[in-house]
């Protein structure tokens, strides 16, 4: 479903791009959150489904503000998809069918899956520091439904990425976080695990002829094509893997753009003829350095790009998709959006 690529190939001008796939559009805000604004692992409602006592839900003060892509409504609550915070820090939240959280039972604290991705970029400067921190935790991450109409349960893991070049890979399985950190985990998709993605990239190292350890006399230069999770790793991986680095700033976030692209699926497509089939909505692309933010609305073919200010002190939202329309919200379909940001609530307080 979704594709996250990570442009490190010049250390000095890290970008991340991701694609999101899904079903249809959806309701979906670029945010604007604070340093210092404080936050719940999940709203009262929630927890008291789950039977989770209201001590044990896990709350936190933002050490960093930063820019996020946020899905939801006010009557179906949010969800952090993807953001970047101003120490350079940006997390994606990718749909991972095989996660096994555990049960929402025992002495420890919550957290919902909803706002996972908002927990990591409100707390940590970098990979190394969100990596440790899963480590040694007590934390429980516990699946909502996504806020939207499909009905489907908040099965994520995350890939990380920042501005020292540095990755990292998070998934959960029984209870228990899966965790990988390396400058060398620049592609991430929703399956196989990562500990399998990592196999099929050292097969395709060594069918691209670039192992030195197991030299071959007739390296193949290509990659699969089709929309698989699978098939989207290793090309993304290819592409990647034989591109030069960028020379400069703007030309690394646009070189991250287009090998993203590739793996970019058509709108309606669908072999299959199933009643739902997921095709790229965005793309979002986080500037580590310069730290601006940018999303790639499919519905426009257009980019906008928000940033943080000196005067940035209150929750601010711009709204860009409404759920199944084909219509954009947005009020100018190209350019900064800074300025059209109005005030708005913490959906996570």
Same mark, same amino acid.
């Given at each position: ?8 190939? +010049? ?7 991701? +694609? ?19 936050? &719940? ?19 936190? &003060? ?14 179906? $609550? ?6 970047? +915070? ?6 994606? $939240? ?20 909803? &706002? ?140 991250? &753009? ?41 519905? @426009? ?40 940001? @109005? ?7």
């Amino acid at each position: 479903m979704c594709t996250r690529i990570f442009n490190n190939l +010049n250390p000095q001008y890290p970008i991340t791009a991701r +694609n999101m796939d899904w079903f249809w559009p959806i309701n979906t805000y670029l945010y604007r959150f604070p340093k210092g604004m404080k936050s &719940r692992g999940l709203d009262a409602k929630s927890a008291s489904q789950l039977g989770i006592r209201k001590q044990q839900v896990l709350q936190w &003060r933002s050490e960093y503000a930063s820019l996020v892509t946020v899905m939801g409504s006010d009557k179906q $609550g949010y969800a952090a998809v993807d953001g970047l +915070n101003e120490a350079g820090l940006a997390v994606n $939240g990718l749909y991972d069918s095989d996660v096994s959280y555990g049960p929402a039972t025992g002495d420890g604290q919550f957290l919902s899956a909803n &706002r996972w991705v908002q927990f990591v970029l409100d707390c940590f400067a970098n990979v190394h520091q969100a990596i440790q921190f899963f480590t040694s935790n007590t934390i429980t991450i516990v699946s909502e439904r996504l806020p939207d109409t499909s009905e489907t349960d908040s099965h994520l893991h995350l890939s990380l990425s920042d501005a020292d070049g540095n990755a990292g890979v998070i998934e959960v399985r029984d209870g228990v976080f899966q965790l990988y950190e390396s400058h060398d985990d620049t592609v991430v998709t929703n399956q196989p695990d990562y500990k399998t993605q990592q196999t099929l990239k050292a097969y395709w190292t060594y069918a691209w002829g670039l192992d030195p350890k197991n030299p071959i006399a007739h390296p193949v230069y290509s990659a699969p094509g089709g929309n698989s999770a699978t098939q989207r790793f290793e090309r993304a991986s290819y592409y990647l893997t034989f591109s030069q680095p960028a020379q400069n700033q703007r030309e690394a976030v646009y070189q991250a &753009r287009s090998l993203v692209a590739t793996c970019s699926v058509p709108v309606n497509f669908n072999p299959y003829h199933t009643e739902k089939a997921s095709y790229t909505i965005w793309t979002n692309v986080a500037d580590h350095r310069q730290h601006v933010y940018y999303l790639a609305n499919t519905l @426009t073919m257009d980019s906008v790009w928000i940033h943080f200010s000196p005067d940035h002190h209150n929750c601010q939202r711009l709204q860009l998709q409404k759920e199944k329309s084909t219509e954009s919200v947005c009020p100018v379909q190209s350019g900064d959006v800074s300025r059209y940001l @109005t005030l708005c609530e913490n959906p996570f307080v």
